[in-house]
Every structure is written in structure tokens, then in C-alpha cells.
């Protein structure tokens, strides 16, 4: 068996291709990955996302929790040529529940307002408010280990951003009313939202248009969008920045699907008539068809096109969602850290796994589509994730003189030693967590106050633990070693009373066999 340990600082990246699922190296895609929002403890996130392109786009927006990935909101946005959408995450007024708002007109179904006309609505601030009815009603059931109250959970997480497709104006003047006038404001955003209307005795051709056929006019996803967040504390003073991470070539057609459903999830399923049946009973168009995921050497030669297959997955549909996977997996994660006490310097990583809850929860397209992200008919865990939710890692730390420890993980509550249980997880170099995370654990550094650490996704009782391999024919089935992760670090030094920080994208190394 060759076995290939591939650099990320050297790959640059994976590279984009015609046909094949990739992350782009320019940072525009068809799904933007957000790896961390915060609201825990003083903290807000601003996101944008652009279109760069001349088409007008459909877009899911979608908010996730942290410990196990559960849809705590949604909505569509829909961006016209060029179009930037900015929004806010942060507590209501009332200290009662993460919320989303925006000062930008950007057409959006439901209507999302402003921090204060939202705050003065009850009406409009629990349209705009994330919820914890997923936790609540299959938290338990799915066999997770969070032992986090639902309040906690759902100020933190992950976002997806995906492109559901190119609207373009056969029949009617959806395009049209997503344009942006003179004065900056959309023509008709009303106009818009009236396509999901539920009233069938309208004779007026777009009223309920998309609810009884959700791609009329709507054409296959092209790419061209990327995003960025930005995570402040007021109190603070500090301000840290990250690039959403941008995949192309994930989606084939048009997507979709009604807001306030778990479509089109990740994996590419949507429900392409809410008329025909209630959300609860419509069935998801599934997604069969082969997909690939390519890997490019620093040299831009080919040396491993994987590919996943609906028809022989078990389960079926699983295809697009392991093909993400393989783009993202890595076997060491690898960043910078400080935590010089002297300075009171502190460090911490985020670490996400935008995939995992797919492998290990054991849910189903079947189950009601308002009710979050509902997964695939997964009995056990299934590979990479083979140790179900509790991740066993090896952590080691070198400091600037190119000395190496062993660096202990212990997760709060205790009990976790050198596991990560999280969808999104924070690791603390420090005694205290500049993030201040539900989801956080410390790292023992063992007196190492600055260098760089390595996190390896390691079972040294299963050799062949965390492998994802092709579908192909025997003889020539390739694998990857690692888990799929997005994420970065960030470090606050203290000046007397100011502060500066700072924040690094995380880097890779990647193992192939073949």
C-alpha cells in the first residue's frame, strides 16, 4: 500500500476543476463554510457574503449548533448581480436567545429586520431569534453527549451558505424584483416572498409560484460567491476576522427549496414541491449521481480523483456529503499558539467538524423538514467517523527551540481526557479561554508558553481508524486518512490596559493510499 503525506501548506489547496468537488483556491464558490459564530460571553459575528458573479443568485442561509450540529436557524437570501448581504449575530435585548439582523435590503424570505425594529416586535424577534426545538425533540434520541443546556448550545456553532441556483426570469420577474435600483434598494422584495405563498385560489401566476414548484425559473448553481465573519467583543475591544471557506463543482442543479425547511441540505437533497404533500410528508429529491473529489500535488499533477457513488453508497444519498468530506479531511491540524503568562498573552483553536453529525446520528430523510437537518438513515457510525461522537486525538506541542511534548486534552466537564466531542470545538492554551466557549477544552502545555502544536486524529488500537475510501472498481479504491476540518486559532496579547489580537488559518498535512 503507498501511502502519500501531502503538505496543505504546499498543495495549495485543493484545487479546482471542471467537474470535480473542490475547495478553490481563489475563495469563491458554490458553499461557503463558516467555521465559528459566537454570542457566549459578550460576543457578536458579523457575516457577509457576495456575489461576485452577473447572475442573480438563490442562497440557503443556515446557522447550526455547535455540540452536534442542529439547525437553530434558517432563511433564503436572494442576492442580484453583484450584491453584497451584510447581518448581525448576537443576544436579543431581553438576554433571551441568540438572534440574526440586518441593515442591508437585501431581498430575504422571511423579512429580516434591523437589531432595533426586531427587539421592538415580539412578533419579528422570534421569526429572527435561533431556536432550540431540534435539541429538544431529537437531541436525546440521536445518542449524543453533550450535557450542555440547549440555551448554551445554541450560542455558538457553524453557518452554511448554499447556493441553490441562478434565478433567471423565464415566466415571471422574480430577477427583476431582486434588482437593486437606482436609490440601492430592491425592487420588490415582497414581490419575492410571494412566491412561497400558500394560497392557491390566486390567479396571479407568481403568488405561490415556488411553493408549488420551487426551481420555476430557477437554473443550476454556477458559483462565484465567498464570504467573511468577523467575531467582536465590545468590552474587549477586539475584533477577529476570518474568510469563509469557499467549495465549488458540490452542486449539479437547482435547489430550491422552501425556507424554514432542513432543504436543500448539504448533501444536496431538497424538496422540489411543498404543495405536493405538507413539509412533513414531501420527499426529498435525492441527489444520484456519481461525484468526484480531486487532490492536485504542488507540481499541479493529478494524484488522486476520488470518487463516491449514490447508487452503491450504503446508505444511498450519502455521495455529495463524502465527497465534501474528502476535500476537508486531514490527519494533523496543525497552528501557531502563545501564552506567555508575562504578557498575559492566551491562545485558543477552533476546530469544526462541518460533517460529522452526518456519519454518526442516525437520522432521516423521512423525518419532518421544519425540523432541522435530518441526515440520512445512518445505523452506527460510519467512516471516518468510527468512533461515533467522542474523537480520540493526540495533541504535541513544540516550542521555539524545537522542543516537543506530548500536550493533554481535558474537556469541561471533566471525563473527556483526549477526546473532542464537539461539531465545534475550542481548545484554551491558556487557563483562560479568550472565546470563552461552552465547547471548550484545555491543553496542558506542560510550561511550553509559545510555539506551534499539532493536532493528529489517532487510534493506536485501530490502524485503520478514521479512513474514507472511494467507491471504485477493485483494484484501484483510494483512501484518505484523517478527519474533514475547518477552523482556525486566534491570540490576544495585553499591553497594560490594551489588547491586540490576532488570528491564523489553521494548516494541514493529508494522507492518501492507494
Known sequence: MNKKLISAAVLAGLASTASAVNVNSDGVGQLLLYPYYSTSNGNATNIAIVNTTAQTKAVKVRFNEGGNSWEVMDFNLYLSPYDVWTGGITMAQDDSAPMVYTNDTSCTAPELKSYAEANADAEMLKKQSFRTL????????????????????????????????????????????????????????????????????????????WYKFSNTDVAAPSGGLFGIADIINVDSAVDRAYDALALDNVYTEALHSEPGTAYPDLGGNYVNSSEAGTIANANPSRRIRTVKAQVWDAAGVDISNFTFDNSTNVPAGLATIRAITAVLQTERTQNYFYSDPILAAKSDWVVTFPTKHEFINGRTLSANGQEGKLGYAVTGSLPPFTTGFNIPVKMSVVDNEEHAVTAPLDFSPAGQKGLIPFETNVLSFSDESILNSNFGAKVFTKGVKSGWALLEFTDPGNVGQFRLCEDAPIGRTKCMTGLPVIGFGTTQVYNGAKSFSTLYNHKYARSISQ
Not at 447556493?163 to 414581490?191: R, S, W
Request: proline share 3%.
Open 134 to 209: 431540534n435539541i429538544d425533540k431529537f437531541a436525546d434520541a440521536s445518542g449524543e453527549n453533550t450535557n450542555i443546556a440547549a440555551a448554551e448550545r445554541i450560542k455558538e456553532g457553524y453557518i452554511e451558505v448554499i447556493e441553490m441556483g441562478n434565478i433567471v426570469d423565464f415566466n415571471l420577474q422574480f430577477a427583476k424584483a431582486i434588482k437593486h435600483d437606482d436609490t440601492g434598494v430592491p425592487a420588490d422584495c415582497e414581490y419575492v416572498r410571494e412566491g412561497w405563498s400558500r394560497n392557491s385560489l390566486s390567479t396571479d401566476p407568481h403568488l405561490g409560484a
